[in-house]
């Protein structure tokens, strides 16, 4: 069974940085897609980026591209999203998740395993 925890969220203003943790632990073999999806007040689960296991270019979501990126270190067995330039619409909470080949990295469906979430909030 896999466990997945988040940690890194907070509160800054407009333009600050933050940068995401998530550690997995257990049987995480197999694992495709490792990714990050958020979710906004009034608002649905979108993906934010997404790292291929078989070192395929990542995904990312328009919203966040130039701005966020993903990376992996293997040896920790631990996902990061660095969020740069950041802006009140990436207020959400961000979860980690572990997919496989069909999962979906725009939605999140398919994903088996998920984080507990870590609060981002961007004010102006």
């Known amino acids: 069974q896999v466990q997945l925890v988040e940690s890194g969220g907070g509160s800054v203003q407009v333009g600050g940085s933050l940068r995401l943790s998530c550690e997995a632990s257990?049987?995480?073999?197999?694992?495709?897609?490792m990714g990050w999806f958020r979710q906004g007040p009034g608002k649905e689960r979108e993906g934010v980026a997404c790292?291929?296991?078989?070192?395929?270019?990542?995904y990312y979501a328009d919203s966040v591209k130039g701005r966020f990126t993903i990376s992996h270190d293997n040896a920790k067995n631990t996902l990061y999203l660095q969020m740069n330039s950041l802006k009140p619409e990436d207020t959400a909470m961000y979860y980690c998740?572990?997919?496989?080949?069909?999962?979906?990295?725009?939605?999140?469906?398919?994903?088996?395993?998920w984080g507990q979430g870590t609060q981002v909030t961007v004010s102006s």
């Open positions: 998740a572990l997919g496989d080949f069909f999962s979906n990295a725009i939605t999140g469906s398919g994903f088996g395993a």
């Open positions: 257990g049987n995480t073999y197999g694992a495709y897609l």
């Open positions: 790292f291929y296991s078989n070192s395929g270019s990542p």
